[in-house]
C-alpha cells in the first residue's frame, strides 16, 4: 500500500483544514488507517484512527471534539477534517495503514507527511 497525504498548509488559530490521504491498491477497505503528527523537536504522536468501514474512530484526547476522521473507500481516501485550530496542533502530519484497528500495536504503511501550521 502506498500512502500519499495532502491538505497540510497554513491556518490562522480557530480555522479549519481538511487532510486527505489517498492510498494505492484495490484493497484499502481491509486496512484500519491513521493519523499521526509530528512537531518540531517532538516525537510522532498518534492523532486518530478510523476502522475498515468508517463507522469507528478515536481519537488523541488533544483533538477529540475538533478534529473528524472519515473515509471513502469508493475513492481509496480517507480524510481528517481539523476544526477551531490551535498553534499547538502545528506538526507535520502523517497517514498510516495496518490491519488491525486499536489502540496498540505499530503501523505497516506509512506516506510521507504534510505539514500543518497555526499561526497564534
Known amino acids: 500500500v502506498q500512502l500519499q497525504a495532502s491538505g497540510g498548509g497554513l491556518a490562522q488559530a480557530g480555522g479549519s483544514l481538511r487532510l486527505s490521504c489517498t492510498a494505492s491498491?484495490?484493497?484499502?477497505?481491509?486496512?484500519?488507517m491513521g493519523w499521526f503528527r509530528q512537531a518540531p523537536g517532538e516525537e510522532r504522536e498518534f492523532v486518530a484512527a478510523?476502522?475498515?468501514?468508517?463507522?469507528?474512530?478515536y481519537y488523541v484526547d488533544s483533538v477529540k471534539g475538533r478534529f473528524t476522521s472519515s473515509r471513502d473507500n469508493a475513492k481509496n481516501s480517507v480524510y481528517l477534517q481539523m476544526n477551531n485550530l490551535k498553534p499547538e496542533d502545528t506538526a507535520v502530519y502523517y497517514c498510516?495503514?495496518?490491519?488491525?484497528?486499536?489502540?496498540?500495536?505499530?503501523?505497516?504503511?506509512w506516506g510521507h507527511g504534510t505539514l500543518v501550521t497555526v499561526s497564534s
Open positions: 491498491g484495490r484493497t484499502f477497505n481491509s486496512y484500519v
Open positions: 478510523i476502522n475498515w468501514s468508517g463507522n469507528s474512530t
Open positions: 498510516a495503514a495496518r490491519r488491525a484497528y486499536g489502540p496498540r500495536g505499530e503501523y505497516d504503511y
